[in-house]
């Protein structure tokens, strides 16, 4: 099997991870790529699950052994990479990994892996669209917000340079676009 990538990032809130589980459940070939971060665990996410959890000296360490294929300090001292090991894994079972990471990231792992890689950038209908959703999470402090809402108007600034842009104004129209790319990209139906 071709060790291809796909590769899904877009601003915090956009819609991106009920898009990559919709994917997942439907496309048994795809599987979730778990990333490492140095950010405290939420209530109920698992190591090894939702993320591989590392303290930020274990992190230098895995970037001093040259072990991830991309990483970024994405937030002030939280670090988050994508593990070789864990591309590896995925492939080793005959799927393709799935990568759900920030901009910077997957432009990352683009540049190494080339045509390997598709990156797909989901972008909110507006900023406005965006500030609601994120609101209504009920996650959120106003400084954080704030931090998100920054972070958003960077992100959106590297749109053109991802290989496709789906805007998700309607979540299942979004989907099925985003699928039908995927399946283009894998040559399935």
């Known amino acids: 099997m071709e060790k291809k990538i796909i590769i899904i990032t877009a601003p915090s809130g956009a819609g991106k991870t009920t898009i ?103 972008q909110p209908p507006s900023l406005e669209a965006l500030k609601v959703r994120l609101s209504e999470r009920g996650t959120e402090t106003q400084a954080s917000l704030d931090e998100r809402l920054g972070k958003a108007r960077y992100e959106l600034s590297f749109a053109h340079e991802f290989d496709q842009i789906v805007i998700n104004d309607q979540l299942e129209k979004a989907y099925e676009e985003v699928r039908k790319l995927v399946a283009d990209f894998l040559n399935i139906g």
């Open 20 to 122: 990559v589980k919709k994917l997942l459940a439907s496309m048994p070939v795809l599987a979730f790529s778990i990333s490492a971060s140095t950010r405290t665990p939420r209530e109920n996410e698992v190591n090894g699950r939702d993320y591989y959890f590392m303290s930020t000296d274990e992190f230098h360490q895995q970037i001093d052994n040259d072990a991830f294929a991309e990483y970024e300090m994405v937030y002030a001292g939280k670090y988050y990479g994508t593990l070789k090991s864990e591309l590896e894994r995925i492939w080793n079972q005959g799927q393709i990994p799935m990568v759900d990471i920030d901009v910077k990231g997957a432009l990352s792992i683009k540049e190494k892996y080339h045509d390997k890689a598709l990156t797909i950038f989901i």
